[in-house]
């Protein structure tokens, strides 16, 4: 459904003259979501390498729900992104594979079966400081509804068409 949005956002947003041609709206791969949460310094969390319920909506926060982005402006990446950790586990693009990240294994593959379990990154407002780290991740059932999941957009020039 995440992947259908983003198509969906794509042609609405060309139909209204608000993208460029040949660029879309995509879900990251788990490689870009890792980039844009650890930067180039293999840090533990997007802040750094250590963790406080200023720095994003974990278990230890205590507020066990969701809350709007820029909440924990402690937390932001090297790049000044936010809620990269904690607050909602985030669908990604990609199918789960072991880890080392190799792109040329098929795991990029958005055309495949609806039920191939994709990668979610950043822990959630209900985990513990192990789980909202840059390097956690999980691989659940792509039909999987909970209040802990979610996923973020971003603006490619890089678009298969699929």
């Known amino acids: 459904e995440a992947l259908a949005f983003t198509r969906w956002l794509t042609d609405y947003m060309k139909t209204n003259g608000c993208l460029a041609?040949?660029?879309g709206v995509v879900l990251p791969s788990?490689?870009?979501w890792e980039k844009a949460a650890r930067g180039g310094d293999g840090r533990t969390y997007p802040w750094?390498?250590?963790l406080t319920p200023n720095h994003a909506?974990?278990?230890q926060t205590g507020t066990n729900t969701t809350s709007a982005v820029g909440c924990f402006a402690q937390g932001a990446s090297p790049y000044g992104i936010e809620e990269m950790s904690g607050n909602v586990?985030?669908?990604t693009r990609s199918i789960w594979a072991d880890y080392p990240y190799d792109a040329s294994?098929?795991?990029e593959r958005l055309d495949a079966s609806d039920d191939a379990s994709r990668v979610l990154r950043g822990g959630s407002f209900g985990n513990d400081d192990q789980d909202v780290r840059c390097?956690?991740?999980l691989a659940p059932n792509p039909n999987l509804r909970?209040?802990?999941i979610g996923f973020r957009v971003i603006l490619s020039p890089f678009t298969s068409g699929l």
């Open 89 to 91: 586990w985030e669908w």
């Open 48 to 50: 750094g390498d250590k």
């Open 30 to 32: 788990e490689a870009e």
């Open 135 to 137: 390097g956690a991740r």
């Open 21 to 23: 041609e040949g660029w």
């Open 105 to 107: 294994d098929g795991r």
């Open 57 to 59: 909506n974990y278990d």
């Open 146 to 148: 909970l209040s802990l």
